[in-house]
C-alpha cells in the first residue's frame, strides 16, 4: 500500500507536518533530506497515526519529503511521490568581518560581509553607532554591506556594531568595533555660518550687554525732553515721504510684481508714523513699487540699504493681523531672507533709545492663578545672525533734538520684548506683564504674531528680529510727541547696520545656485550659476503659451461630442507645477494650436500632437493619490493611450546635477513594513527607455552663455508619496541607487489593473536637493530641459511609426471584436452626453427600485447605462442624488441613474474599485436608506479569468467569492463569502442571445459560467500562483465581491456578480486592450438586460424579499470603519412618508416662512423634521433641524431677489423619511439705504445736538444735590440701551418734551433722567454690550433709584424672522456659551428660562400700532410685533451654524440678545420683585455673515417708538403713577399668587400681531384667585367701568 494525499503543512523555522491517508492499518516510515543533499534521514510512525511533526530542520531551505508503508516485519513498502517544500525563515545569524575602511574628520565608511546564515532572505543591514561618551546609539538602515557615517565629531573615539534583516526580524548585533576620526581642517564651505566668520575681520567688537538695564519694576524715569526740542512731527514725516508715495501709485503692478521674485527682507510697521519713517529712508534708492495681492495686503517693494525689501503697514495692530500679513508674504516673496518689525512701543527706560530684541516673551495665553497671573505663552529666540549684525558697533548716532537744542542722543539695548494683544496703559498691568520676564527692556503687540506664522509654515530659513524705539512708558502718561521721533530712530537704526557689506555678504548668499559635479568625490564640488543668466524665467514660459491660455475654448461641446479626436490619443503627458505644464503646452503648440479639454479629473488638460503623436497635456496636483486619479480617469476617457510620462523637475542627489535630466530606469518604492523599512523596485517601460536612450543630436544650454549644458542620467528615481526634506545624504541612506526623488510616480506604477500593457517612465530635471524648497529661478529652465529632451527624442519618424502600430506590434484590423467596440464607444459616449436626466424624482419612483447595479470604471457604467431605459410617462432617465450628513460638516453625495432594465425598476451606480471606503462595503446599506424596496445587487462588468478553464467575453456568474488580502498572507485558503445562491440558480437558468453586433467579429459565441471568484482587494498584484494558492477552485478574480456580499447580508438584501473576461490571469493586456474592455462591458450589461427582462424577475428576485419591515442601522457611521466593525443596535421600524401641503406663507428679501402638514403616517413619533432649502444653481441642499411637534418655521439670512427650492421631510427612529413636494420662491429685492426712512446721519445729527444740550452746565445734576436727590427719587422706569444707534432713538423720543438732565454715577455711568411719555425715566447706555456691564448698572439703578417700578431694555437685536418687527420678550432663555474642552468646544446649552413681567406684557399689548420701515420700495416695509421668548447669551452670532445651533436650543424663541440675563440676575441678587422686567428689542441681522447696517438706526428707532407709543396711553401712565401695590386679599394663596410673580401664565397668551388681545380673553386663562388679584390691581385706574371683566 502507499500513502495518499501527502501534504506539507504547519511550517516553522525549524519544523514541518507531513499528513496523509492510509486505507490500511501499517506502521509508517517518513523520509525527508535536503533537496541539494544525497542524506536521506527516516523516521517511523506507529500505525493508526496520519500526522507526524518533523523537527531539527535549518531554516529557510528546501526539504523533499516522502512516505511509505512498514510492515509488522518492518519491511518498507514503495514511498509516495516526493513532496518538496521549505521551512520557514527564521532571523539572521550576526553579520561577520566588520571593519574599517576609511575614516575622515567628521566621518568614517564600514563594511562587513553577509551571515553564514541568512535564514531567508536579507533586505537591510541596520547599523548602530554612537561616541565614546555617549549613552544611547543612533541607527542607520542599509541595503548594502558598506555605510559612510556622516556628522561626526573630529579626533574622537566612536563605537559601531550591525545586524542583517531579513522578512522575519532584525538578528543579533555584531560586537562593537571602535573606530576614530582624524583631527579637523577648517575649510570654507560657503554656507551661512561661514560667510558671517568670513566677515567678522570686518566688524568691530559686538556690545555683548546692553549699556543700560532695565529699570526697577516699580519706578520708571527717564531724561526729561522738552517736547518742543525734538527733531521730528507727524507733519515732517508727512511731507518727508509726500511725493514718494504719490509716485508709488503711479507705478505700475506688473512691474512690481517682477522684482516681487527678488524680495529678501521683510519690514513691518503699524501705524502711519512707523510707515512713513521706514518709507523714508527705503525712498533714498529708486522710488518703491506697489503691489496688492489678493489677500488685500499692499507692499511697497524696493531697496532697503540695497537689500531687495518689500514693506507693509498692517491694517490694525495686534497679533493676529501681523500673523496674516508674515504667511502672506512666506507664500508670496519665495526668497525671503529675514522678518524686521520696526517701529515705536513702550519702554521701560529712556524714550527714543532703540530696543532690540534678543527674545520675544509671549504673553498672550494668560491665565489667573491664586495670588499671581500665569503666563502660558511661548518665548521665542530671534534669529542670531540678524542679531550678531545689529549689534556689530558701526558708529550710530541718532539725535533726537533739533539742531540748536541740547543733545539727546539714542542708545541701542539688547534686552528681550514682551508681546501681547492688548494696549498697556495704566502703571498697574504694565508692572504685572513685567513680572513675567523682568529683563525685559520694551512692550510691544505683534512679535509673537510674526513668530507664530514662522512656525507655522515652518521656514527654518527666514530670520525674524524685533526693532522698535521708546515712545512712552505703557501708563497713564502717554504721550504722541515722541512717535515720530522714536520711529524715525529705529528706521535709521535699521538702515545704518544693515547697509554694511557683511549684512550685504550674507544677504548675497542666500541667491548663489549651488551646481555639484559629476563626480562627488572632486574637492569642487560645487559651481555657481547666475540666476540672471539662465535660460528661461517664469515669465519667459507664461508669454509662450499667453495666446493659447487667452485663446482657450470654454465652450468644449462639440469636442467633447467628437469621440475620434479623444480615441486618437495615444501619449499622456504628467504635470504637476505651472512652469511643468507651461514648457510641455509649449512644445504641444508647435504642431498647431492645442484645445482644451475640461470633462477630466485635472487642473488643466490641452489636447493636441507632441512631436507629430497625438498627444494630451495634463496638469493635476501634486503627489501620488493626484498623479493616479488623473491618470485612472484620462484611461477611460482616452482609451487609446499607449505611453504616458510624468515631465518635469525633481530633488536631485547622489551625483545628479542641479539641471540635469534623469530618467527613470526603475521606480524605488521606500516604505516601513511591519516595523521594517523596505525599499520595493518597479520596472518601467523597456520600449519607452529604449526610445530616449536611442542617441541623437540633442544638446540643451541652460545658460544664456552656454556655459552650461544639462547631462542625461538613466538611473532609478525614488518616488514617495509624502513630502520629505532630507537633504541629499538623508535620501542617500534611504535608497543608495537613486539620483532622484519625486511623489507622483508611484501613483501611476500602481494602477496595475488599469495600466496593463502601458508604457510609463519618468523624465524630470533636478532643481535643487528638497522638493519641498526647489530653487525657484532654476524651476522653469529645468522644466523646459526635461521637455525638450523628451520633444526631441519623439520626434522622429520611427517612434511615430511605433506609435502608429499601437505600441508594440502592427495593428490588426480583425482583431476579435474591434469594429464592433469601436461603434458601441462612439454611441455610447454620445448616449452619455446628450442625456439630460431630470433632477427631482418622485417618492413612487424611489419606492420602486428593486435592483442596484453597481460598475467600476467608466466603461462598464456607460455599458450599463446603455441598456437604461426611461420609466412610463417620462422622457429620460432620472439622475438622483442621495445625501447623507454625517455630522462634523461631512455630506456624502452619492450619485444615482433610476430606469427600468426590462422588467425591473433599477439604480445604476459608479464606486471605487475593490473595498473602497465609498465602494462596495457601504453601497448596499446606503442604497436601502433612498430606496426601501431594494432586493438585489447585482456587480456587473470586467473580470479576469483562468485561462484553463474561461474563454476572452465570457460571463462569469458567481455568489461565492474566496477572500484574499494582506492579512491571508500566512494562510494556507481564503475566507469563503456567499451571495445568493436563489440569483444564480435564476441567471445561469436563463437563454441568452446576445446582440448580433456585439458578437459578429467574436470567434465564438461567449459562454454562461458558473463558479467561484478569487476576490482580491486593491493593489494585489493577481497571478495564477495566488490563484493556485488560494483559490484553485476559482474560475476568475475581481474585485468587490467579498465586501459586497459582507454588506449586502445584514440588510436582507441578495447579491450576485455577473462580469465578462476581458483579460486572463498572469496575462498582459494586448494591443486592443481598450477595445476588450468596452465589448467586455457590453456583453455583460447585455447580458443581464436579457435576464431582467424575464417574466419569472419579479417571482425569483423582487418576490423573495420580505417588504414587512426596513432594516436601518442607527449608527451610520459604524460602516465607515469596514464590515467588520458594524457597531450599533438593528431597529424594525417604518420611515415616515412625506410631509403634507408644504407652502410659504411669507417671505422678505432675506426671510421665508414656510408652512406644511405632518405625514400620513405621523401616528409614530416624529423627533424632528428637517428642512433642504438651496439656490437654483446650487448642487448641494442646505439643512435646518426643527423640532417634531413644529408645522411652520421661518428660514432667515436669505439672499435678497434669489430663486429658492424647498422641501420638508419628517425623521424618526428609522431615520429620515421621504421628502415633501418641491416649493420654488424668490425672495424679495433688497432694500437700498436710500430706500429707508431713517439712517444712520438722521440719528447722529439729532443726536449730537441733544447730546451737546445735556452737557450743558444747567442740565448736568451732579452741581446741585438736593436736585440730584428729588431727581432720583421720581424716577419710575429704566430704559437700557446698548449700541449708539439704540441710545439715539430713545433719547429723541425722551427729548419730545424737556431736555434730559444728566448725573454721572460711580463706575463711569452716566444716567439721562426725564419724562418718557410723561413717565419719569432714566435713560442709560452700556460702555459695551453684554452681561458685566448689564448686571453693573442695573445694580447701580436699582441703588440709586429707591422708587424704580420697571426696568426695559430697549434697542435692537438678533431676529428669527423679518427685519425690523419687534419682540417683546415673554420669556428669557438663558444660553450658557460653548467653551474650550482642548481642542474641542462644547455646545451651547440652555440653563433656565425666566419669565418676564406679566404687567409689562399686558400694557405692551399690540393694538393698532404701525410703523413704516421703509419708503415705497418695492412695498412699504410696516413692522409687526410678536410676543415670544428671546435668547440671551454673552457671544456674538455672526455666523449661520452658530446662529442654528442656539436657535436649536428653544425654537419657540423669536431673537437672540446679549443684555437680559445682567439685568435679571442684577434683580435677583437684590430680591427686587417689585420691579418688573421685560424686553423689547427691534430686529436688525439674522445673526449671520451678513450684517443689515442699514437697518440698525430702523431697528433702533421701530422699538424706541413702540414703547413710546404704549407708555403714552393712559392705562400705563396711571399704572406708574400709583404708588407700592397694597394686596387687598390677606389670605396666603392671594399673597403666592401676586400678579408680579405669576408671568407664566400670561406667558402662554397667543399674542398675534394682526389680532387685538381683550382683557377678556386674557383673563380667561388665569384661575379664579389670579383673575381677581389682576383685576384689583387694574381697577385702581380712574376709569369708568360698568363691567370689569368685559372691558378691562
Known sequence: YVPDNVAVEGVTPASLKVSWILATDHDVVIEYKMVDSSDWKSEAVSSGTTTHTISGLVPHEDYSVQVACMSSSGVTGSFCETVNCKSGPDVPTTPVKLSLDEATSNTVTLTWSSPVSPNGEISEYRLQYKSALERQFSTISVTDEFCTINELTANEKHEVKVAAVNEVGCGPYTDITPVHTSKSVPQSNGDDDTIIDECDSTMDNFEEETTQPSLPLTDISSIKVDAGDLRYTVEDLKQLTFDTIRKCDEKDENEAELVSASVQLLLITVNDIEFYA??????????????????????????????????????DQGILPCSNVVSAALNKFRKLRAIVLVGVCAIFGNLGDVVVSTQ??????????????????????????????????????????????????????????????????????????????????????????????????????????????GCDHADESKSKEWQPVAAMAAADFVYHQFNQRPVHLWFRAATVIKQPSFNVDDDDVFKEIDPDELRFSSKDLEDQVSNILVNEQRDTTDFTLNEIQCSDV???????????????????????????????????????????????????????????????????????????????????????????????????????????????????????????????????????????????????????????????????????EALGYEMEGLGVIKLHEELQDRHFIIVKTGCGNNYECLNEDLLPTAAMAAADFVFCHLNRETVRQWFDLGGSAPHDEHKPGLSSCLSKAKILIKHAVEEEPEPDVPNEVLQSVSVLLLTVNKNEHLAARYYLQPFDDHEHVFRFQQRLDYGSHQLDVTEYYLGKYGACSVAIRRIPPGSARHGASTAPMKARKCFPNLAAV?????????????????????????????????????????????????????????????????????????????????????????????????????????????????????????????????????????NTVLTASLLAANYVHAVLSCPQVHTKIIGHKEHSSRIIRTDIRSFYTGVSRQIGKTVHQNVLTDPKELHVSNATSSTVTLSWLPPDSSIETISEYQIHYKRTNQKVYDKLTVNGDSKGYTVVGLKAGVTYLFKVAAVNEAGCGYDSNIITVTTKPSVGAEDFIYSHSYLKIKGDKLIQLCNRPEFELFRHEKQLQVFCDSVKLLLVTSANNEFLAVLQHMAKNEVPKTVRMKNDIRFFIGKYANTSTALVQLLKPGYSQSNLVAKEAIERFSNLKAIMSVGVCTIFGNLGDVIVATKVVRCEDNKCIGEKRSPVKQSSV?????????????????????????????????????????????????????????????????????????????????????????????????????????AAIAAAQFVYNKLDQEPFRHWFEQDSEINTDKSASHTQTEVKRKSKSFAGFEYLPDKQLTAKRALGSLDEVEEKEVINQLTRSPLSCTNTKDTL
Not at 486619479?629 to 515631465?647: D, G, H, M, P
Not at 443684555?1459 to 424686553?1479: E, T
Open 570 to 736: 495615444k501619449l499622456l503627458l504628467l504635470t504637476v507645477k505651472d512652469c511643468e505644464f507651461n514648457s510641455s503646452l509649449h512644445y504641444l503648440a508647435k504642431s498647431g494650436t492645442p484645445k482644451s479639454y475640461t470633462e477630466i479629473y485635472a487642473i488643466r488638460c490641452f489636447v493636441g500632437k507632441f512631436a507629430g503623436i497625438p498627444a494630451a497635456v495634463v496638469q493635476h496636483g501634486s503627489g501620488s493619490s493626484e498623479s493616479a486619479l488623473t491618470v485612472y480617469e484620462a484611461l477611460n476617457t482616452f482609451t487609446n493611450i499607449q505611453a504616458i510620462i510624468s515631465v518635469g523637475v525633481c530633488a536631485g542627489f547622489g551625483k545628479l546635477g542641479d539641471l540635469d535630466v534623469i530618467v527613470s530606469s526603475k521606480i524605488v518604492e521606500h516604505k516601513q513594513y511591519q516595523g521594517r523599512k523596505v525599499n520595493t523596485h518597479y520596472d518601467i517601460s523597456p520600449k519607452l527607455l529604449s526610445i530616449l536612450k536611442t542617441k541623437c543630436d540633442w544638446v540643451f544650454n541652460c545658460t544664456k552663455s552656454s556655459s552650461k549644458h544639462s547631462t542625461v542620467h538613466f538611473e532609478p528615481v525614488l518616488s514617495l508619496p509624502l513630502l520629505i526634506q532630507a537633504k541629499r545624504d538623508g535620501l542617500k541612506r534611504i535608497c543608495s
Open 1394 to 1498: 425666566t419669565d418676564t413681567s406679566s404687567v409689562l406684557l399686558y400694557y405692551l399689548k399690540a393694538d393698532d400700532w404701525k410703523f413704516t420701515c421703509t419708503k415705497s420700495f418695492p412695498d412699504p416695509c410696516l413692522s409687526q410685533v410678536y410676543y415670544k421668548p428671546i435668547l440671551s447669551g454673552s457671544e456674538s452670532l455672526a455666523k449661520k451654524e452658530k446662529r442654528e445651533e442656539y436657535r436649536q436650543l428653544n425654537l419657540d424663541a423669536m431673537g437672540f440678545e446679549k443684555d437680559g440675563i445682567g439685568i435679571l440676575d442684577a434683580l435677583h441678587d437684590y430680591d427686587k420683585k417689585n420691579i418688573n422686567f421685560i424686553i423689547v428689542k427691534a430686529g436688525c441681522n439674522h445673526g449671520d455673515e451678513a450684517k443689515y447696517i442699514d437697518w440698525q438706526p430702523v
Open 278 to 315: 521706514t518709507l523714508y529712508y527705503m525712498a533714498k534708492g529708486d522710488i518703491p513699487k506697489s503691489l496688492t495681492i489678493s489677500t488685500g495686503t499692499r507692499f511697497f517693494l524696493g531697496k532697503y540699504a540695497n537689500i531687495p525689501t518689500a514693506l507693509v503697514q498692517l491694517l
Open 360 to 469: 520675544i516673551v509671549g504673553c498672550d495665553h494668560l491665565k489667573h492663578g491664586k495670588d499671581k497671573m500665569i503666563n502660558r505663552s511661548p518665548t521665542a529666540n530671534v534669529g542670531s545672525r540678524l542679531l550678531r549684525f545689529l549689534k556689530a558697533q558701526h558708529a550710530w548716532r541718532f539725535n533726537c533734538n533739533k539742531d540748536g537744542k541740547p543733545v539727546h542722543y539714542s542708545t541701542q539695548h539688547f534686552k528681550p520684548v514682551l508681546s501681547a494683544p492688548i494696549l498697556l496703559a495704566n502703571q498697574k498691568s504694565r508692572n504685572e506683564y513685567r513680572k513675567f520676564c523682568p529683563e525685559a527692556l520694551g512692550f510691544e503687540m505683534e512679535g509673537i504674531g510674526a513668530m507664530n506664522a514662522l512656525r507655522e509654515s515652518d521656514k527654518s530659513n527666514v530670520e525674524l528680529v524685533v526693532v522698535k524705539a
Open 938 to 1074: 447585482i456587480a456587473v462588468g470586467i473580470a479576469r479569468g483562468v485561462e484553463t478553464k474561461v474563454n476572452l467575453y465570457d460571463i462569469l456568474v458567481s455568489t461565492k467569492v474566496i477572500k484574499y488580502d494582506s492579512a491571508s498572507i500566512h494562510k494556507s485558503g481564503g475566507e469563503i463569502i456567499s451571495g445568493s445562491s436563489n440569483l444564480q440558480e435564476f441567471f445561469t437558468s436563463q437563454v441568452w442571445n446576445p446582440e448580433a453586433e456585439l458578437i459578429q467579429d467574436l470567434q465564438e459565441k461567449p459562454k454562461i459560467n458558473c463558479g467561484t471568484l478569487l476576490s482580491h482587494t486593491e493593489g494585489v498584484e493577481m497571478s495564477q500562483e495566488l490563484i493556485n494558492r488560494y483559490a484553485p477552485i476559482a474560475i476568475g478574480s475581481e474585485m468587490e465581491g467579498a465586501y459586497l456580499f459582507t454588506a449586502a447580508q445584514p440588510q436582507k438584501i441578495q447579491g450576485v456578480i455577473v462580469k465578462s473576461v476581458s483579460l486572463f490571469v498572469d496575462k498582459k493586456r494586448n494591443e486592443g486592450v481598450q
